[in-house]
């Protein structure tokens, strides 16, 4: 019987990128398969078992397989698998993000599988595309599932238990450009060393967003046009690095000189950052520049309102990526809310700067949020169970990131539904790791609440 460690460093070496789910799906299947376990492979490379221990009582365990493909430089995602290590308590991966999001949660539920102990009966869904699409969850096969508890291990901090999340809305933003020749230097200006991070949980730590920052530089250097940009990864990422070609009527030694006496108000976690700025040849410049300067300056980001009882993010937004290429500048965004009212406010907003600045404006995909619970079975068990097992609370909390919860609970009547994991830091970076002291915790902690919820049709009265 593997422990939950092996698996996630066999999970580790698994291609799995958004989208590209297909590797780690034939590895579940291998494993139902050696295992005896009922499966069911559905759309998408979304994956269910079942798993009978001979109970009366059922419950759901839920991750996802796919996870954000980010590098230093252009590391081969579609073939290698992840260059993890150990530091310490930490795994920890050399220059690209770890996957323990949600690599960790599916080797718990493996190995949870394992046991055969006071079990209830258990009934697993991997869904697929949840750091871009969320596809898997909205097209799972919710027919297969008979309970109405889950538990979700798709958090990031251990003794908190997730119990409700925000939407989120996607979009790209679009304009067609036009080149002109250039008369005059240009150079390439490159940003990197900034935190970056997660567009939901990181967003209220004011880490600085390499693309309004590269904007606030273009001007304090006073360019005339840009000839090319192209930061960031995806709309769910802070943006850490990237570059853009501008020109100039100055020299370089005046750019670097102006450079220098810009003031940055920037946080500690962005301590690291680094300017770069070279002579380039570039032939011909933008002509819409100006108005794509000054439609990323006007565009809201970062964290935009909070809950007035305890300050937590209520609506926040992410100028995740953009790029230029075959004559289109292309802008990915986001926007994260729990009030529905206020998304679409913003909404407008961003619909009347796109026809402002003639930018086409698309929605990809909106995800809704999942209200809080008042009386939840699951939640009282799992915080019971992790005080006594290490005599510290468990934390009730809201999530800013968007969460599958919002998509099962819409297709789940009823559903009481928590989140749970070992402790994560920087997901969805290079900085991303996982602790191992933690994992193991958690490990025991899910398994002591499945014990505990397996005695709810045995008359232990205290948890009912």
């Given at each position: 019987?593997?422990?939950?460690?092996?698996?996630?460093?066999?999970?580790?070496?698994?291609?799995?990128?958004?989208?590209?789910?297909?590797?780690?799906?034939?590895?579940?299947?291998?494993?139902?398969?050696?295992?005896?376990?009922?499966?069911?492979?559905?759309?998408?490379?979304?994956?269910?078992?079942?798993?009978?221990?001979?109970?009366?009582?059922?419950?759901?365990?839920?991750?996802?397989?796919?996870?954000?493909?980010?590098?230093?430089?252009?590391?081969?995602?579609?073939?290698?698998?992840?260059?993890?290590?150990?530091?310490?308590?930490?795994?920890?991966?050399?220059?690209?993000?770890?996957?323990?999001?949600?690599?960790?949660?599916?080797?718990?539920?493996?190995?949870?599988?394992?046991?055969?102990?006071?079990?209830?009966?258990?009934?697993?869904?991997?869904?697929?595309?949840?750091?871009?699409?969320?596809?898997?969850?909205?097209?799972?096969?919710?027919?297969?599932?008979?309970?109405?508890?889950?538990?979700?291990?798709?958090?990031?901090?251990?003794?908190?238990?997730?119990?409700?999340?925000?939407?989120?809305?996607?979009?790209?933003?679009?304009?067609?450009?036009?080149?002109?020749?250039?008369?005059?230097?240009?150079?390439?200006?490159?940003?990197?060393?900034?935190?970056?991070?997660?567009?939901?949980?990181?967003?209220?730590?004011?880490?600085?967003?390499?693309?309004?920052?590269?904007?606030?530089?273009?001007?304090?250097?006073?360019?005339?046009?840009?000839?090319?940009?192209?930061?960031?990864?995806?709309?769910?990422?802070?943006?850490?690095?990237?570059?853009?070609?501008?020109?100039?009527?100055?020299?370089?030694?005046?750019?670097?000189?102006?450079?220098?006496?810009?003031?940055?108000?920037?946080?500690?976690?962005?301590?690291?950052?680094?300017?770069?700025?070279?002579?380039?040849?570039?032939?011909?410049?933008?002509?819409?520049?100006?108005?794509?300067?000054?439609?990323?300056?006007?565009?809201?980001?970062?964290?935009?309102?909070?809950?007035?009882?305890?300050?937590?993010?209520?609506?926040?937004?992410?100028?995740?990526?953009?790029?230029?290429?075959?004559?289109?500048?292309?802008?990915?965004?986001?926007?994260?809310?729990?009030?529905?009212?206020?998304?679409?406010?913003?909404?407008?907003?961003?619909?009347?700067?796109?026809?402002?600045?003639?930018?086409?404006?698309?929605?990809?995909?909106?995800?809704?949020?999942?209200?809080?619970?008042?009386?939840?079975?699951?939640?009282?068990?799992?915080?019971?169970?992790?005080?006594?097992?290490?005599?510290?609370?468990?934390?009730?909390?809201?999530?800013?990131?968007?969460?599958?919860?919002?998509?099962?609970?819409?297709?789940?009547?009823?559903?009481?539904?928590?989140?749970?994991?070992?402790?994560?830091?920087?997901?969805?970076?290079?900085?991303?790791?996982?602790?191992?002291?933690?994992?193991?915790?958690?490990?025991?902690?899910?398994?002591e609440t499945l014990e505990k919820y397996n005695l709810l049709d045995?008359?232990?009265?205290?948890?009912?």
């Open positions: 019987m593997k422990n939950v460690l092996e698996y996630f460093e066999e999970i580790m070496q698994i291609p799995r990128e958004s989208g590209k789910e297909n590797k780690i799906a034939n590895y579940l299947v291998d494993y139902a398969k050696k295992n005896n376990i009922e499966y069911n492979v559905g759309e998408y490379n979304t994956v269910f078992f079942k798993k009978n221990n001979n109970s009366n009582k059922t419950i759901i365990l839920q991750a996802h397989s796919d996870m954000v493909c980010v590098s230093t430089d252009d590391y081969d995602f579609d073939n290698k698998g992840i260059p993890f290590y150990i530091d310490g308590d930490y795994y920890k991966a050399k220059n690209t993000s770890l996957g323990a999001d949600d690599g960790i949660g599916i080797a718990i539920i493996l190995a949870i599988l394992q046991e055969r102990e006071n079990m209830p009966n258990i009934e697993v869904m991997i869904t697929t595309q949840e750091e871009t699409t969320m596809l898997g969850a909205i097209n799972f096969d919710y027919s297969l599932l008979s309970p109405k508890t889950l538990i979700s291990l798709d958090g990031i901090k251990e003794a908190d238990i997730e119990s409700s999340s925000a939407g989120m809305c996607s979009m790209t933003l679009t304009k067609c450009i036009t080149y002109n020749s250039v008369n005059e230097n240009t150079y390439k200006l490159t940003i990197s060393g900034l935190m970056g991070g997660h567009s939901g949980d990181d967003i209220d730590k004011d880490r600085c967003n390499a693309i309004k920052l590269a904007v606030r530089v273009l001007k304090e250097l006073n360019y005339n046009n840009i000839c090319d940009i192209n930061f960031g990864k995806r709309d769910n990422v802070i943006p850490s690095e990237g570059y853009v070609v501008f020109s100039s009527n100055k020299d370089l030694e005046k750019l670097n000189e102006l450079l220098k006496n810009i003031k940055f108000n920037l946080s500690d976690a962005d301590s690291n950052l680094s300017f770069n700025i070279e002579k380039i040849e570039c032939i011909n410049y933008i002509e819409e520049s100006k108005d794509i300067v000054e439609f990323i300056s006007e565009i809201k980001d970062g964290l935009l309102e909070i809950y007035e009882d305890d300050g937590f993010p209520l609506l926040s937004s992410n100028i995740g990526k953009i790029s230029v290429e075959n004559g289109i500048i292309e802008i990915k965004y986001s926007i994260r809310s729990s009030d529905l009212l206020k998304e679409n406010e913003l909404l407008k907003e961003i619909k009347r700067l796109s026809n402002q600045y003639e930018f086409e404006f698309n929605i990809d995909a909106k995800k809704p949020f999942f209200p809080f619970k008042e009386n939840s079975n699951i939640r009282r068990i799992l915080a019971e169970t992790y005080k006594e097992l290490y005599n510290k609370e468990t934390v009730v909390k809201k999530v800013h990131a968007c969460m599958e919860g919002g998509i099962l609970s819409n297709n789940i009547d009823d559903l009481d539904i928590c989140t749970i994991a070992p402790t994560i830091n920087n997901c969805h970076s290079i900085n991303e790791c996982v602790s191992i002291s933690s994992i193991n915790r958690v490990y025991n902690w899910l398994k045995k008359g232990e009265e205290s948890y009912v």
